[in-house]
């Protein structure tokens, strides 16, 4: 793994707990003063001790190693608000509605943050019966790719899986559609939110300040 529990994690968790060192020895099966040497950074708890130590604070392994508390918290339920998580080993792509402790391969992902798309990552929408055609201009090789498109709704996420070699387009259903997602694999995620009125795969960044002024203006007109 690319981290391990530190003793300030162990302390504030315990303290958080309500915990002494005593009583935190005790349910673990260690001494107090293996556990003041945890804390002090003067020695860590071996691997097979992880579980009892994070049973014992009512965490899981995955919240001890990432030295932070997972929420439950629904999040209204609401997919726009949900997080991606993209393995830079294998490429998995990991969806949470709210807080989470992600890690794949042995390293701790945090969520990918999104970059509205821009001059390098060229993004064009048509409207094809009660799809949105996708294309995005960008290389496919197997060195600098994009690896998914998805269009994300208040309830929902529809994503379309690409490779290397292949095309950079999709299609995805209209309904509800409040924003498109794509990733490359070099750069991020990035983000278009479509408008009424605007979509049009033919033109799209050849004025960008007139496409701005046009979809602030969609936006009024359509809320």
Not at 39 to 59: C, H, K, Q
Not at 129 to 151: L, N, P, Q, V, W
């Amino acid at each position: 793994m690319n981290s391990y529990v530190t003793g300030t994690v162990i302390r504030q968790l315990r303290e958080k707990k309500g915990l002494t060192q005593a009583a935190l020895a005790e349910r673990i099966h260690v001494s107090a003063k293996t556990v003041s040497k945890w804390e002090t950074g003067r020695g860590y708890p071996d691997i097979s001790l992880l579980e009892p130590v994070a049973e014992a604070f009512g965490v899981s392994v995955a919240e001890l190693l990432s030295g932070r508390a997972v929420s439950n918290r629904n999040v209204s339920a609401n997919m726009l608000r949900s997080r991606i998580y993209v393995c830079p080993v294998c490429g998995n792509v990991i969806q949470a509605m709210g807080e989470a402790a992600v890690s794949c391969h042995g390293i701790q992902l945090a969520p990918c943050e999104e970059e509205p798309s821009n001059e390098d990552h060229k993004i064009f929408l048509e409207r094809s019966g009660d799809e949105y055609y996708i294309r995005i201009d960008h290389e496919m090789t197997k060195k600098h790719y994009i690896s998914f498109i998805a269009g994300v709704s208040d309830d929902r996420m529809e994503m379309v899986r690409l490779y290397p070699e292949g095309n950079a387009e999709a299609r995805v259903r209209i309904r509800g559609v409040r924003k498109i997602l794509f990733y490359c694999n070099r750069d991020g995620l990035f983000r278009i939110d479509p408008v009424k009125g605007i979509d049009d795969r033919e033109r799209c960044y050849e004025d960008i300040e007139e496409r701005r002024e046009l979809e602030q203006a969609a936006a009024l007109l359509f809320g």
